[in-house]
């Protein structure tokens, strides 16, 4: 019979009553009263914390994970840099797998912090590496003694932890939300957090933005360059969102996206916070009625996007350019 470690477990324990509550921060907005709740300030830098820390949290009770336990798992960045804060508090191992479209920084952070980091260089599937970094995470568990793969793509736990934690976070901090845009790659996050502002809060707008390229909902596949949002899988989390609308952002427009976000409210976000902010321009463009109440999570901040989205060489020579910002002005 497989136990919980009892030590590791109150690490887990101690782990939650010390985690942030993230802000929400109040923006300015011709239409809508606008609310970003600021998932960059995390200790692992994303809205990923969440995700990661309930998956984790649930392997231990479960007694999947143990002290000698090396978790093993596929990321665009993120969600490797949650588990690496994680793994490293819980003092448990880790092998992040990552891909060639991984800013800088964070591979930086990663090859920082832990002995073996993973980066496949191909093939690239239908718009992305997904498949080969899932392929190479396959051989590693096989490879290793004591291995544990999330599975950040389909492990329901995930969606759980942004029921528990930001979604419970949001509810009640903004009660009288109508509507909330959500960028999507795993679906975990709209997953959890569109169950809970409709369990507590009943009528909420639930927009899903997705980018061009992704096939989520069930647009064609293309490369994409920008890593945060999009799959290049339809991730079967999806099928447990409450989704009212969508909306599908160019990689040209994340980038006007999170430029004006900066511009107009001085926030340094990453990309997928650029495209859902495009996305809420574009939504309520020409809103002639009330006010709706518009939160959306700013997923990370763009230090790590220096030398991408706000790098005007890679920008140009990506032509991913000149996208007319629609400001909703
Ligand atoms: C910055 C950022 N935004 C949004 C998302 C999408 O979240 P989810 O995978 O829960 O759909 C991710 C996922 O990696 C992300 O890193």
Same mark, same amino acid.
């Given at each position: 019979m497989?136990?919980t #470690?009892?030590?590791l477990?109150?690490?887990?324990?101690?782990?939650?009553?010390?985690?942030?509550?993230?802000?929400?921060v109040? *923006?300015?907005h011709?239409?809508?009263e606008?609310?970003?709740k600021?998932?960059?300030?995390?200790?692992g830098?994303? +809205?990923?914390?969440r995700?990661?820390?309930?998956?984790?949290?649930e392997a231990?009770?479960? @007694?999947?994970?143990?002290?000698?336990?090396?978790?093993?798992?596929?990321s665009? !960045?993120?969600?490797?840099?949650?588990?690496s804060?994680?793994?490293?508090?819980?003092?448990i191992?880790?092998?992040p $797998?990552?891909?060639?479209?991984?800013?800088?920084?964070?591979?930086r952070? *990663?090859?920082?912090?832990w002995?073996?980091?993973e980066k496949?260089? =191909?093939p690239v #599937?239908?718009g992305?590496?997904?498949?080969?970094r899932?392929?190479?995470?396959a051989?590693?568990?096989k490879?290793?003694?004591d291995?544990y793969?999330?599975?950040?793509y389909?492990? +329901? #736990?995930?969606?759980? !932890?942004h029921?528990? *934690?930001?979604?419970a976070?949001?509810?009640?901090?903004?009660?009288? *939300?109508?509507?909330?845009?959500v @960028?999507?790659?795993t679906?975990?996050?709209?997953a =959890?957090l569109?169950q809970?502002?409709t369990? #507590?809060? !009943?009528?909420?707008?639930?927009?899903a933005v997705?980018?061009?390229?992704?096939v989520i909902?069930g647009g064609?596949?293309?490369?994409?360059w920008? &890593?945060?949002?999009?799959?290049s899988?339809?991730?079967?989390?999806?099928?447990?969102?409450?989704?009212?609308?969508?909306v599908?952002?160019s990689e040209?427009?994340?980038v006007?996206?999170?430029?004006?976000?900066?511009?107009d409210? =001085?926030?340094?976000?990453?990309?997928?916070t @650029?495209?859902?902010? +495009?996305?809420?321009?574009?939504?309520f463009?020409?809103?002639?009625?009330? &006010?709706?109440? $518009?939160?959306?999570?700013?997923?990370d901040? =763009?230090?790590a996007?220096?030398d991408?989205?706000?790098d005007?060489?890679w920008?140009?020579a990506?032509?991913?350019?000149?996208?007319?910002s629609v400001? @909703?002005?």
């Amino acid at each position: 019979m497989v136990m919980t #470690d009892a030590v590791l477990w109150e690490r887990v324990e101690a782990t939650r009553r010390e985690m942030p509550r993230t802000d929400l921060v109040r *923006l300015a907005h011709p239409h809508v009263e606008l609310h970003a709740k600021m998932e960059s300030a995390n200790p692992g830098g994303s +809205a990923k914390d969440r995700a990661a820390y309930w998956i984790l949290r649930e392997a231990v009770r479960r @007694g999947e994970i143990t002290r000698r336990t090396t978790v093993v798992e596929s990321s665009s !960045g993120n969600f490797a840099l949650a588990l690496s804060w994680l793994c490293a508090r819980l003092g448990i191992r880790l092998i992040p $797998v990552i891909d060639p479209n991984v800013n800088a920084a964070t591979e930086r952070t *990663l090859r920082a912090t832990w002995n073996r980091v993973e980066k496949v260089e =191909g093939p690239v #599937d239908a718009g992305g590496f997904l498949l080969a970094r899932l392929d190479r995470v396959a051989e590693l568990v096989k490879e290793l003694d004591d291995a544990y793969w999330p599975d950040q793509y389909s492990n +329901a #736990d995930g969606m759980r !932890g942004h029921y528990e *934690l930001t979604g419970a976070e949001l509810v009640a901090a903004l009660p009288t *939300l109508t509507h909330l845009f959500v @960028g999507i790659s795993t679906g975990a996050t709209i997953a =959890g957090l569109s169950q809970r502002v409709t369990h #507590d809060l !009943g009528d909420v707008t639930v927009i899903a933005v997705d980018v061009a390229g992704s096939v989520i909902l069930g647009g064609p596949p293309s490369r994409r360059w920008i &890593p945060g949002i999009g799959s290049s899988i339809r991730p079967p989390l999806i099928d447990r969102a409450v989704i009212t609308d969508s909306v599908i952002v160019s990689e040209r427009e994340e980038v006007a996206g999170c430029h004006d976000l900066l511009r107009d409210h =001085g926030l340094l976000a990453g990309g997928s916070t @650029g495209c859902v902010y +495009a996305a809420i321009n574009r939504y309520f463009d020409g809103w002639r009625g009330p &006010p709706p109440v $518009v939160a959306f999570l700013c997923a990370d901040a =763009g230090q790590a996007y220096r030398d991408t989205v706000y790098d005007p060489a890679w920008v140009s020579a990506h032509h991913l350019g000149s996208a007319a910002s629609v400001k @909703g002005a």
